[in-house]
């Protein structure tokens, strides 16, 4: 007859459930396996799967020290980190958001604006459309297995024995920070630039003749710039988009 101590199931659980808190926390933050579609029982049987495959290999505490207050720390630790890495790649999307929001107003498209359920916030058509254009470049440089892997690496990196820092300090919270607006302008630059060059060249023909309805000729003139400038543009947004999102997928691996 096979029995099991307490000590033993109490380490088993242990080993499945240490793992299961960062995943989850991972889960809830991170694009695209975040995303409200996705179903949450979805979400917890395959944190839950991934959980079971890295239990015989991550060394964890027994479930029952949860309970104690070093347990309760270790915890609080282990939903931080998940939670920090999927924000760090989150971030890359905020800048997509950014950029297109910017683009948006230089180009008249900022008036159709409409309630994204998945974002949970009003977007333009613009930033809903770089949103989608990098979440489709996440799936094509594999950035979900990235992900994972990235998650993994961590418990290499913080392990669950405890005794770690948090990955993030303020100093290196607030970098982060500036990245978004480091790559939402450089991606909404040139549609800032054009933008103001169509302005002076409206402004300057409505010096020229008086009689020229500004309103009725500048505002469609803006918006068709600025949308060839978006098809001219796209095969460029490519290299900084899958820059960022390398950048921030190996920010943990390191």
Not at 81 to 88: A, D, E, P, R
């Amino acid at each position: 007859m096979i029995t099991f101590t307490e000590a033993q199931l109490s380490a088993w659980y242990g080993a499945v459930f240490w793992p299961l808190v960062r995943l989850l926390a991972l889960l809830s933050v991170a694009p695209v396996l975040s995303h409200r579609a996705a179903p949450l029982r979805l979400k917890v049987a395959l944190a839950l799967a991934i959980a079971l495959v890295l239990a015989p290999t991550v060394p964890a505490p027994p479930i029952g020290d949860a309970l104690t207050a070093p347990g309760m720390a270790l915890l609080a630790q282990n939903i931080a980190i998940g939670v920090i890495i999927g924000f760090t790649v989150r971030l890359v999307f905020s800048a997509l958001e950014l950029a297109g929001e910017v683009i948006g107003l230089q180009s008249g498209l900022s008036f159709a604006g409409f309630f994204n359920p998945a974002a949970g916030t009003t977007q333009t058509a613009v930033s809903s459309f770089l949103s989608l254009l990098g979440t489709l470049m996440f799936l094509a440089i594999d950035g979900h297995l990235m992900l994972l892997y990235a998650v993994t690496e961590s418990f290499r990196l913080f392990p669950l024995t405890g005794g770690t820092e948090l990955p993030l300090s303020f100093d290196r919270v607030a970098r982060l920070g500036g990245e978004v607006f480091v790559i939402g302008l450089t991606i909404a630059l040139p549609f800032i630039a054009v933008a103001m060059l169509v302005n002076i060249v409206v402004g300057v023909a409505a010096r020229v003749a008086p009689q020229l309805n500004i309103f009725a000729v500048g505002f469609p003139l803006t918006t068709l710039v600025g949308l060839g400038m978006l098809f001219l543009m796209l095969p460029y947004l490519e290299m900084p988009l899958r820059a960022a999102l390398e950048r921030a997928l190996t920010l943990w691996t390191q």
